[in-house]
């Protein structure tokens, strides 16, 4: 049987009448990379806030790391890591402070914190920046920490919100190098991106449009059932169809 840490069924969320999220239903295999796509508006948000167990969904069925987002949404909070883009890390507070915080948001001793924390100093070759502020990274480095930081508790999953927005190329690619080594450990990373080359980079995609699942396969068979020469014609495809009708 198919090691699934995310499955869901009917998954559905309504504010009020307008149905936000409809009927979406997809499995995640353990150490998968599992982009998923959207346009703004198309439900992204709304779905991975009630897969990490922040928003109640209205009906439907879904299970994160064999825990129900129904009943214990808790549980699944300690058991996944979580990065914005938007929010990582805290501007206030040095490199290692952040460390100290986070590792305390996620439940670890003050000495599993401080062997973690070394350990995640180390790998990045971070010395240099232990004292520095959040404020003063430079944002490719911030990006990366905030990565390792989100992995500090080595949870099972780990959601990905955006994670390379604004950083350079070069960056980006090393960001990836992180992703796939955290995925090859056995941790799924569940990433969102508006970068349409990195939807190439994940073993499977899925694009949400108007709040339903559009298309979920590989981003090789996505390409050939669109007759599409990259990730980027087939979510121009979808859209178009959108606006069209």
Not at 30 to 59: D, H, R, W, Y
Not at 139 to 162: C, M, N, T, W, Y
Not at 198 to 220: F, H, N
Request: glycine share 8%; with cysteine.
């Amino acid at each position: 049987m198919e090691d699934y840490v995310i499955q869901t069924e009917g998954l559905t969320k309504k504010f009020g009448d307008f149905t936000a999220v409809n009927e979406i239903s997809f499995n995640v295999s353990k150490g998968e990379v599992f982009g998923f796509l959207g346009a703004n508006g198309a439900g992204k948000t709304t779905a991975i806030k009630m897969l990490c167990g922040l928003l109640m969904p209205t009906s439907g069925k879904a299970e994160v790391a064999g825990f129900d987002v129904f009943k214990q949404s808790e549980s699944i909070k300690r058991t996944i890591g979580y990065m914005s883009q938007k929010f990582s890390l805290y501007n206030d507070l040095t490199v290692w402070e952040n460390i100290t915080l986070y590792g305390g948001i996620y439940g670890l001793s003050k000495k599993q914190i401080n062997e973690r924390g070394k350990q995640l100093i180390h790998e990045l070759e971070a010395e240099s920046f232990v004292n520095k502020r959040g404020k003063d990274l430079p944002l490719g480095f911030k990006q990366k920490l905030a990565f390792s930081v989100a992995l500090i508790h080595q949870p099972r999953i780990v959601f990905l919100d955006e994670p390379t927005g604004g950083v350079d190329p070069i960056t980006r690619r090393q960001f990836w190098e992180m992703i796939y080594q955290t995925a090859e450990s056995g941790t799924t990373v569940f990433v969102t991106t508006h970068y349409m080359d990195e939807a190439e980079y994940c073993d499977r995609v899925s694009i949400m449009v108007d709040g339903t699942i559009k298309a979920l396969d590989t981003p090789a068979k996505l390409k050939k059932s669109f007759h599409a020469a990259s990730m980027d014609e087939v979510f121009l495809q979808l859209a178009r169809n959108v606006v069209e009708k």
